[in-house]
């Protein structure tokens, strides 16, 4: 049982380069979450998604896209990086009173 | 606005001596708390929880308190063991584990 599963787990891009990040969670979960963790800032939830086909905004959504076309992919995308989206990226997903995080991406934007 | 706040960035605690993490929410709609844990390099892992009809939650060396009249609640360790140093962060939301809103974080070091 692999859990959530986030790909890649490094990458560095270049200023106005587009890149997706990937999640997928093999435990029937109807949430799935993306947060970015700064220093000093704890997790802060950029979209999330309540099922299959849907997504919201969370608290940062700005310079992020997300795609949920089966229930167990959650889809992150940067159209255009900035410097400003160089953070550590945690996929999660939820069932009832328990949230599941992936292991993280440490995305670097020179 | 930061709503719930962890203000000790960093705690150190002796080993076998209890160590107590603080947080502090400012919505009173919060109605269920959770503490994750994380090593570096990896995701948070769950650690422990309560909802807000209560005020204690127990398990093993772990303990949350929760004070709804102060915005209030607490994780204790007992006893602290070198294991548990690590990066701990409160959590809150509305209605179990969804769209939890999270704090600063504290890491905990355990000194020999």
């Known amino acids: 049982n692999a859990g959530v599963t986030q790909t890649p787990k490094f990458r560095v891009l270049k200023t106005g380069q587009s890149m997706t990040l990937l999640c997928a969670q093999d435990m029937n979960h109807e949430y799935m979450y993306w947060y970015r963790q700064d220093p000093g800032m704890g997790l802060r939830l950029i979209h999330y998604s309540v099922g299959e086909g849907t997504t919201a905004k969370g608290e940062v959504p700005d310079g992020y896209n997300v795609s949920r076309l089966k229930k167990q992919n959650f889809l992150l995308g940067l159209e255009s990086a900035a410097p400003s989206q160089t953070s550590v990226y945690f996929c999660?997903?939820?069932?009832?009173?328990?949230?599941?995080f992936g292991q993280g991406t440490r995305l670097t934007v020179v | 606005d930061q709503q719930v706040k962890q203000n000790s960035p960093s705690l150190s605690v002796q080993e076998g001596r209890i160590s107590i993490l603080n947080c502090d929410y400012t919505?009173?709609?919060?109605?269920?708390f959770l503490w994750y844990k994380k090593y570096p390099a990896e995701g948070p892992t769950f650690l422990i929880s309560?909802?807000?009809?209560?005020d204690k939650n127990e398990d093993g060396r772990f303990t949350v308190f929760l004070n709804k009249s102060a915005k209030h609640l607490s994780l204790h360790i007992v006893p602290s063991q070198p294991g548990d140093s690590a990066v701990y962060f409160c959590a809150a939301s509305i209605q179990g584990a969804q769209k939890l809103v999270f704090g600063q974080g504290t890491r905990l070091t355990i000194n020999p």
């Open positions: 309560i909802s807000s009809i209560k």
């Open positions: 919505n009173s709609m919060f109605d269920y």
């Open positions: 999660a997903s939820t069932q009832g009173t328990e949230a599941f």
